[in-house]
């Protein structure tokens, strides 16, 4: 009888861990989401499993990717990953710990319940909920206070997106015309090339870091090389008219 009641909790144990597996490896199904915001939760995968496979990703010693201890306190650990972009240092951090007497369910809940987020991250200033999708999928607008050695004007950044959309009560202007498909954004990144105090900051001490990317559905078939054309042409132009109406302002 002992023998079969071991057998069946190490079976237990398998199927436990057969479905914890299945669970992550949701995340890398190709199956299709269905529903009104299909589009985000398509988005909320990509990212999951990106951030699962960062969360996955070794740490020891011998790892191949440069993670380094830089905090260790009893079971608790510390990595980073050292990595800047444009001279900026976006280090991806990692914290692994053990803490008795909690599920994994639990502390998972605490971490993402949006009303008690400001009695833990003593970061936060404000957390409005925007919009709450389902159960566990919500927009938030997250105030943080200014942390030393960070200050107000050390980051600067704006963003414009634009998308086509399609509305029934806006007709073409004419029969001959298409519904041009287009995605735009621009990206603008104050860029300081002193260490003035910002009170002495003139035009000379700052910068402003452009990035403009465009996708055009040109609303029916045209020849690559037509398209390809047009853009060569338009795309330079269109630029140079928007910085010297702005400088000429």
């Given at each position: 009888?002992?023998d079969?009641?071991?057998d ?7 199927d436990?861990?057969?479905?914890q597996i ?6 890398l ?7 009104p915001?299909?589009?985000f ?16 990703a ?11 201890l ?7 650990k ?10 900026i ?6 914290a ?13 809940d605490i971490?993402f319940?949006p009303?008690?987020?400001?009695e ?6 404000s ?5 709450q ?10 105030v943080?206070r200014?942390?030393?050695?960070t200050?107000?004007?050390a980051?600067?950044?704006?963003m ?6 399609n509305?029934e ?21 104050t860029i ?7 009170e002495?900051?003139t ?5 402003c870091?452009?990035?403009y ?14 398209v390809r054309q ?8 269109f630029?140079e008219?928007?910085?010297?109406m702005?400088?000429?302002?």
């Open positions: 009888m002992g079969s009641n071991t069946e909790k190490v079976s237990e144990n398998e436990n861990k057969e479905k299945n669970t992550l490896n949701l995340l199904s190709n199956e299709p989401i269905n529903g915001n299909s589009a939760f398509e988005e909320v995968r990509l990212v999951a499993n990106q951030q699962l496979q960062h969360a996955l070794d740490v020891s010693k011998n790892n191949t990717e440069g993670w380094e830089f905090v260790e306190d009893g079971n608790l510390m990595y980073k990953l050292e990595n800047e972009i444009d001279g240092v976006i280090d991806p951090l990692k692994l710990h053990c803490i008795d007497g909690v599920t994994a369910r639990e502390f998972i971490f319940d009303f008690i987020k400001q833990w991250d003593d970061t936060i200033q957390c409005v909920i925007i919009e999708l389902s159960p566990d999928s919500v927009f938030l607008h997250q943080h200014r942390i030393w050695p200050a107000t004007h980051f600067d950044a704006w414009v997106c634009n998308k086509s959309t509305r009560d806006v007709e073409l202007s004419s029969s001959s015309a298409v519904r041009v498909k287009f995605t735009i954004a621009m990206l603008c990144q300081l090339k002193s260490n003035k105090p910002i002495q900051l035009r000379d001490d700052v910068q870091r452009i990035v990317v465009a996708e055009v559905h040109p609303g029916g078939w045209v020849p690559k090389i037509g047009v853009y060569k042409k338009e795309y330079p132009k630029y008219h928007l910085v010297n702005f400088m000429t302002k």
